[in-house]
């Protein structure tokens, strides 16, 4: 960077000053100015033995007068399934500068050096929650729903009087997981990565962490229950460890192994939610007020839950270095989407341009066969082969299903299609795609 600075991946023996830094900068406004101690144990989590970390997933940026680390951040890779096609994902978490070196763009430069790697490691999906509008000028965009399902309040849960510990309805009860369930959990992910929506699926090694390998203090660490049947287990519920400061239950996970349980399998959930809840509420001594599923509104969770008051949805900022890349590689989702619609293009090719670059998506016999890249038009608007102008934005969007085609034409005037036998085909191309991911932060 210059001679004060120099950006370097993290080594364990970063792992006591890294937990330094970050306790010291994230999250001041709750702890009063204070370290955190569950960001500390977070990141001391991150560097011993988390499944989706190495150590040189931190980047460092190093002061140079006294070998300190200064600012950072970690990427935590992991592959997500996009309605069936595998999708390596990196989550961007921990972005923090010790106050005094602040004002030197150690941010933007440790970015840069993020997105450069992921770009040579073949990562198209970087994501992150954070500061309202920051990351959009590092490249990121709103592309991805978070929340806005109802939160249920504690009184519209299962009384006191049923509260038990082993809660069951139907021969259906919700107990604590244990690592003798991570295989099951697993199977269960593996089933729902093949469906129609966005997840995050974990594999029995990750199960088996989230079930026990973080430190008690750990502010990521989530309760891993799990909905069985006698020995069968069904599905499974992850909340938080404790309440939030306004006393919410946070879930940030639900799933179901048969979709027809779900039914019987939610109110089992909301009277488990509902015990644990009063549980967190007379150790903490903090008054349990609500249920707050940080699930899409379209949930089976949420839908089949009580009248709860509703939540604006968030988003999670996402960046994609090459959308044609990410085109291709999702071409068997798109020719399986067209197939599905009964739809055959009847031209040699179709081509998306994103004002700079252009996708050219090749067809036999009216179905996809590859996607490759253009040098984009020069005026795309009026090229007689672009069939579609998009935005980048807006052909992000589609492309990870946050948006529809009709969306993205009342939202960016710019996205221009070259006639109705276009616009069909990119309508049944790119449908709203439902967000079941709990990221393996």
Same mark, same amino acid.
């Given at each position: ?190 089933? &729902? !990565?093949?469906?129609?929506?966005? *997840?995050?699926?974990? $594999? +029995?090694? =990750?199960?088996? %962490?989230?079930?026990? #390998?973080? @430190?008690?203090?750990? &502010? !990521?660490?989530?309760?891993?229950? *799990?909905?069985?049947? $006698? +020995?069968? =287990?069904?599905? %499974?519920?992850?909340? #938080?460890? @404790? ?16 979709? =027809? ?181």
């Amino acid at each position: 960077m210059n001679d004060r600075y120099v950006v370097r991946p993290g080594r364990v023996s970063d792992a006591p000053a890294l937990a330094r830094l970050h306790a010291s900068v994230q999250l001041q406004s709750v702890t009063g100015g204070q370290p955190h101690p569950g960001i500390a144990a977070w990141v001391e989590d991150l560097l011993d033995g988390h499944p989706s970390v190495a150590p040189d997933d931190f980047l460092v940026a190093e002061d140079t007068a006294t070998g300190r680390p200064v600012a950072s951040l970690v990427g935590l890779r992991q592959n997500w399934s996009l309605a069936g096609v595998p999708l390596p994902v990196a989550q961007v978490e921990l972005v923090g500068t010790a106050p005094e070196h602040r004002g030197n763009r150690l941010t933007e430069h440790l970015f840069a050096a993020l997105h450069h790697r992921y770009a040579l490691d073949g990562v198209p999906v970087q994501m992150i929650e954070g500061i309202p509008y920051f990351y959009r000028r590092l490249g990121y965009d709103y592309a991805l729903a978070n929340d806005g399902a109802c939160s249920m309040p504690s009184s519209a849960l299962p009384g006191a009087s049923q509260d038990r510990s082993d809660n069951r309805i139907a021969g259906m009860t919700v107990r604590p997981g244990t690592v003798a369930d991570a295989d099951a959990l697993a199977d269960i992910d593996r089933r &729902l !990565a093949d469906g129609n929506a966005l *997840v995050c699926p974990r $594999d +029995a090694t =990750v199960w088996r %962490y989230e079930i026990t #390998g973080r @430190r008690p203090a750990d &502010l !990521a660490r989530r309760v891993v229950a *799990v909905l069985a049947h $006698d +020995a069968e =287990v069904l599905g %499974y519920l992850v909340h #938080g460890a @404790r309440l939030s400061a306004t006393g919410e239950l946070v879930v940030v996970a639900a799933a179901c192994q048969r979709p =027809v349980d779900w039914p019987r399998a939610a109110a089992v959930m909301h009277a488990h939610l509902g015990h644990v809840g009063r549980q967190y509420e007379a150790s903490a001594g903090q008054p349990f007020t609500a249920v707050r599923p940080i699930l899409d509104p379209e949930h089976p969770l949420a839908r089949l839950g009580p009248p709860g008051v509703p939540r604006r949805p968030r988003g999670w900022y996402v960046r994609i270095g090459d959308l044609v890349e990410l085109l291709a590689r999702l071409l068997p989702l798109l020719r399986e989407r067209w197939r599905a619609a009964d739809l055959r293009w009847h031209e040699p090719a179709l081509t998306i341009d994103t004002y700079g670059r252009a996708a050219r998506l090749e067809f036999t016999d009216g179905e996809l066969s590859a996607v490759t890249v253009l040098r984009g038009a020069v005026s795309p608007a009026t090229d007689p082969g672009t069939h579609a102008a998009i935005p980048p934005g807006g052909l992000l969007h589609l492309a990870l299903g946050h948006r529809t085609l009709p969306d993205v034409l009342d939202a960016w005037p710019d996205c221009l299609l070259r006639d109705r036998v276009t616009e069909q085909f990119l309508t049944a191309a790119f449908p709203r795609v439902p967000v079941r991911v709990w990221p393996r932060n």
